[in-house]
């Protein structure tokens, strides 16, 4: 380097070092001198000179782990550490810490004023408020600057520190407050700057200097001249514009007719530019375009980058001083003429990010009606009979032997529709086992009205007894049983069964409600001529021991209910009770000494009864025993065995019910379509269910699956379709086609979201049939013109479920029927995808064993190509500019990542089909992604055939692979891997796979059976482990711990995160460093992780 040169970079870095001193504070001024552009220098002596700077300021500075910047501010102020100026700015912000969706924008003058104020704020602000700071100026490349603006959009980034590249450069919307940080040194910097804060109720705030009167006045002046001229404005509103070119111009433009857009000579340069900035790119090349001017000829030549549609060479001629132009100018009309640049003359991945974004902000929460089975609601009506649909539920305990369960008859006035098929379930109720269900078609049945109301206060009483233990209230609720009302209501019945082949139990349904009901005489008579007769003291009065025998009582004495199924004849009230008590003691001391009862019938035998309240898995010796005048009898007869069946009937009509609209949701599909498939009731219930309902099947799995099919298809579609599209215009449409906001808005539009089951089964909220007591009225809703459903209530449900349960039934029907019947399925729902059997049209000439090795790559892939080309773009980074290679791998790497993504779940979903949701997405998250990709790259040496011209390339692979060989293999798999892959050694595999896809005439088998060798051993659930980041969640909520939030921050650009959790008072820290956040917060999690497995209380 000359020394002139060394000398005018010495003079800026003393100048930004003096100015931040100054200006911001001897913190700022320390941090200048690590994040300065020059710090990094190849040059020795500007290198030295930034570190004797540093060491100078840092002597000034206070150090150790208990001081930091953001400590007491105020003081630190003081110090001279920072500026006023900068607490100001500080203040300000913070007055916002609680407004929702901050986006800021502070304009600065220098840059070196915007590189440490992004420092200080990322010191200060995530603790206090959460928000993330970021940096544009002329120095940051444009697709860095419009991933920053993208972020800022999301939210990811709150605050944009910013020279004049903000005022007018880029379009940045979203801007709530604006901040002058140097006030404005033009009134046009004044306007453009203050017009950013664009959103309702912006703030713009200028910080002038106290005692600086002339900047004040200025300030003054440049407000008050933005009020005239908003005036002078609102005069000539009426005025018509012309257009900005008229034949009195002669600069050479392109006008697009229909729009009147216009491009002239001196803006075309600008505008190539930023249309190869919105092109795919990674951080080894910047898609700009190549252009050489041969003075002797006056001849440009321009090419664009590998990703654009214009492929070979852009020459024109003409002044020398404005060839440059003339070539850009040229291309800008090209690229309209194939649609790259739309008629506004913006490029075409504007408007269709333009119209994602519109689309997104449409849904987030939906509120639907949650439907309810017609099936089970009537009106009811004065009928004197009704005819019903009967069905047997048939109950079988997998280890149930305390009690006997019997089937139950469902009857129901309108023939179920998915009684096509055997509708068998399988219910988790409690420790013990399952509950094996079937429901089958029994036989029709005509009721009188009589028969019906007997039913109803039969399933009442039971139901309201089981449900409330509360009766006080019985009396009146079956009183209104008694009484039709003229809506629709739920209405069907669930009736004991009896005998071989099953009947209806009469004997129990026509049961007799104490008090209101007592004996007769016959029934005594009845009981004395079968030799079965004795009189029995309750508190009821005096009844027949037939009726006690399986009834329903309580005991006022304790407010309990017992079901009682027998006498104990060798036990009364003088009887020793059991081991429960420590001393030994008679039943009639027990009942006097506890609850002050005096028994009067000592010798008449106790009671067997069973407390209601006990869940099923409680065991026989949870029986007690009763004397029988403590009891008061409710309800006879009703046996234990009834009781208990009945106890998981709520349960059970709750899953019935769900397989009903289960049922009712595929019957609208096939109702309209052709499709000879069977589709089973039970993958659209699993399809339809939530994580939220705690059962033990879910969507997860089908979702996953689905996800991966829709993505695959939809790839496959826009690749053929757009032969000309670049890979990141064709992910923007494929997000139009398969977005959570798509997918949400076909749902609603086909009433998906009230079949959706998101809410756990409650008891309490259960609708009993037949109960009028609360009236329940349903709302008829039409789906379709013969699709009736009933709705009682409203749903709020997010936007993402929505779309994920439509994503989960696209993969219920691609498990049951195949690819052919999802297809049939998606056609329905709105997503009409068709592939083209139009074959790609390729004209590449080239001869691909020049450039690659064919042979060796063929052997190593097990396939031999068709057309080697393919092999060529697949291997082409977007660095290597070789005229004869017209593609780099994107297009490819595009598709190839869908198929891979979808063949490697399917083998998955299918090859561990008892595995649990959860547990498929894991293997799939742990299979198909980058570092997994990298990794088998790497290990097979395709990293060598990659054509690239990228040092930074270069050397990040060559690092990797030294990085690689120190590395156990076996601590390679899953998320072991702490190394730092490039991403392009995991495009290198997608867009092989899509070259083979493309070549084998789109066959997917053949694609992963050519890929699979490559990345094997594929992860198995022996072999899955989580990412750390996750796995530490997990234990934090397992274990109770207190996981803090994580801290990122920058330092000569390495990204440092710490992880800390606070475990039984212990802290367990971690910082590490990464190329990338993601792998610097995986590394710490992991460490995190073994410090607290090691820890002495998880030994």
């Not at 404005?233 to 008229?246: A, E, G, M, R, T």
């Not at 590449?844 to 020049?850: G, H, L, S, T, Y």
Request: proline share 4%; aromatic share 8%; with cysteine.
């Amino acid at each position: 380097m000359r020394d002139g040169s060394a000398r005018r970079r010495l003079s800026k870095l003393h100048s930004d070092f003096l100015f931040c001193l100054s200006e911001m504070g001897a913190w700022l001024a320390f941090k200048s001198c690590e994040e300065n552009d020059f710090c990094s220098s190849d040059d020795a002596c500007v290198r030295d000179f930034c570190l004797t700077a540093s060491k100078i300021f840092s002597a000034h500075l206070p150090s150790g782990p208990h001081w930091s910047i953001g400590g007491d501010i105020q003081a630190n102020v003081d110090a001279g550490y920072l500026s006023s100026k900068v607490n100001c700015l500080l203040e300000s912000l913070l007055e916002y810490r609680d407004r929702r969706d901050l986006r800021c924008i502070i304009f600065v003058e220098r840059i070196v004023t915007a590189i440490v104020l992004r420092s200080l704020l990322n010191e200060l602000l995530p603790e206090r408020s959460g928000w993330r700071t970021e940096v544009t100026t002329r120095r940051i490349s444009m697709v860095k600057q419009n991933k920053i603006v993208e972020e800022f959009h999301k939210g990811l980034v709150n605050i944009i520190v910013a020279t004049s590249i903000l005022e007018e450069g880029l379009d940045v919307q979203s801007c709530n407050l604006v901040i002058r940080f140097d006030p404005p040194t033009t009134v046009c910097s004044f306007i453009q700057s203050r017009g950013r804060a664009r959103m309702q109720n912006s703030d713009f705030l200028l910080i002038v200097r106290k005692g600086d009167d002339a900047t004040l006045t200025r300030m003054q002046n440049y407000m008050a001249s933005g009020e005239i001229m908003r005036q002078e404005s609102l005069l000539h509103v009426s005025i018509p514009c012309s257009l900005p070119y008229d034949e009195l111009h002669d600069e050479p433009c392109y006008k697009v007719e229909s729009t009147g857009a216009v491009v002239t000579l001196s803006s075309s340069v600008s505008l190539l530019y930023f249309y190869c900035s919105r092109l795919p790119s990674d951080g080894y090349f910047r898609p700009n375009p190549t252009c050489e001017i041969d003075e002797e000829t006056g001849t440009c030549t321009l090419q664009l980058p590998k990703s654009s549609p214009l492929q070979g060479i852009i020459s024109v001629q003409g002044d020398r001083k404005i060839l440059k132009q003339l070539a850009c100018l040229e291309a800008c009309k090209k690229l309209h003429h194939v649609g790259a640049l739309t008629d506004n003359l913006v490029p075409d991945i504007v408007e269709e990010e333009t119209i994602n974004k519109e689309l997104k902000c449409k849904i987030k929460i939906v509120e639907e009606s949650l439907y309810y089975p017609s099936e089970f609601v009537s009106h009811c009506g004065n009928e004197s009979k009704a005819v019903y649909y009967c069905y047997l539920v048939e109950l079988q305990h997998d280890s149930y032997n305390d009690f006997q369960l019997h089937g139950i008859i469902l009857a129901v006035r309108t023939k179920l529709k998915c009684d096509d098929e055997i509708l068998a379930f399988d219910l988790d109720i409690d420790r013990r086992g399952r509950l094996q269900v079937q429901l089958n078609y029994s036989k029709v049945v005509i009721f009188t009205s009589e028969e019906i109301r007997r039913c109803q206060r039969f399933q009442v009483s039971v139901f309201r007894v089981l449900r409330d233990r509360d009766l006080s209230k019985l009396q009146d609720v079956l009183a209104a049983v008694q009484s039709p009302i003229g809506s629709s209501v739920s209405d069907y019945l669930l009736l004991p069964s009896v005998g071989t082949p099953p009947e209806i139990n009469w004997k129990c349904v026509n049961f007799l409600l104490f008090p209101s009901q007592v004996l007769g005489d016959k029934h005594m008579d009845w009981c004395s001529t079968q030799g079965r007769k004795r009189n029995v003291n309750t508190i009821t009065g005096v009844v027949c021991s037939c009726m006690l025998e399986n009834s329903l009582v309580c005991t006022p004495h304790n407010g309990h209910i017992y079901c009682i199924n027998s006498f104990l004849d060798n036990l009364d009230c003088n009887s020793l009770m059991g081991v429960r008590t420590e001393e030994s003691i008679t039943y009639r001391e027990h009942f006097k000494k506890g609850y002050g009862n005096n028994i009067c019938f000592e010798e008449e035998p106790l009671l067997r009864g069973k407390h209601i309240s006990k869940k099923a898995k409680d065991s026989t010796d949870s029986s007690v025993e009763l004397p029988p005048e403590l009891c008061s009898l409710i309800m006879s007869p009703l046996s234990i065995s009834t009781l208990n069946t009945y106890s998981y009937v709520p349960s059970i009509m709750h899953r019935i019910e769900s397989l009903v609209m289960a049922s009712n949701l595929k019957r609208m599909h096939l109702d309209h379509c052709t499709l000879n498939v069977t589709i089973p009731t039970a993958k659209i219930l699993e399809a339809m269910t939530t994580k939220k309902c705690l059962e033990k099947f879910h969507l997860e799995s089908l979702e996953t699956l689905g996800d991966s099919f829709l993505k695959y298809a939809a790839s496959i579609q826009l690749f053929k379709t757009y032969e000309n599209d670049h890979q990141g215009l064709l992910t923007v449409k494929r997000k139009q086609i398969i977005s959570n906001a798509a997918l949400c808005r076909l749902g609603c539009a086909r009433k998906i979201p009230g079949f959706i089951r998101n809410e756990p089964f409650n008891l309490k909220a259960w609708i009993i049939p037949g109960d009028n007591s609360q009236v329940h009225s349903f709302d008829e809703e039409f789906l379709t013109s013969s699709d009736k459903m009933y709705s009682r209530v409203k749903q709020k449900i997010k936007g993402k479920r929505v779309a994920d349960v439509v994503e989960a039934l696209i993969g219920a029907y691609l498990s049951s029927g195949g690819e052919v019947a999802a297809f049939s399925f998606m056609k329905w729902l709105g997503v009409d995808i068709n592939f083209v059997d139009a074959p790609i049209s390729r004209q590449f000439p080239m001869k691909a064993e020049k450039l690659v090795n064919v042979r060796y790559l063929e052997s190593l892939l097990h396939y031999k190509f068709n057309d080697p080309s393919l092999l060529v773009e697949a291997l082409t980074h977007g660095s290597y500019m070789l005229p004869e290679i017209p593609r780099c791998y994107q297009r490819l790497e595009f598709l190839g990542d869908a198929v891979l993504d979808y063949v490697v779940t399917r083998h998955l979903y299918f090859k561990y089909p008892g595995l649990t949701p959860g547990l498929i997405t894991d293997l799939r998250s742990a299979s198909v992604n980058n570092e997994c990709y990298a990794l088998s790259a790497v290990k097979v040496g395709l990293h060598k055939h990659i054509l690239h011209a990228s040092q930074d390339l270069q050397r990040h692979i060559c690092s990797t692979v030294e990085d690689f060989k120190k590395l156990d293999l076996v601590s390679t798999l899953g998320w072991e891997a702490e190394t730092t892959f490039p991403k392009v050694l995991a495009d290198v595999i997608e867009s092989l796979a899509g070259a083979i896809f493309v070549d084998s005439g789109f066959n997917k088998d053949t694609t992963f059976q050519s890929i699979r060798p490559l990345l094997e051993p594929l992860i198995t659930p022996q072999t899955l482990k989580l990412h750390p980041a996750r796995e530490l969640s997990e234990l934090c909520a397992q274990k109770g711990y207190i996981k803090k939030k994580n801290v990122v921050f920058r330092e000569n650009g390495v990204v440092y995160i710490t992880v800390e959790v606070e475990a039984d008072g212990a802290i367990h820290k971690e910082t590490h460093s990464g190329r990338n956040k993601k792998m610097a917060k995986k590394v710490a999690s992991k460490k995190v992780l073994k410090s607290l497995k090691e820890y002495p209380y998880n030994a």
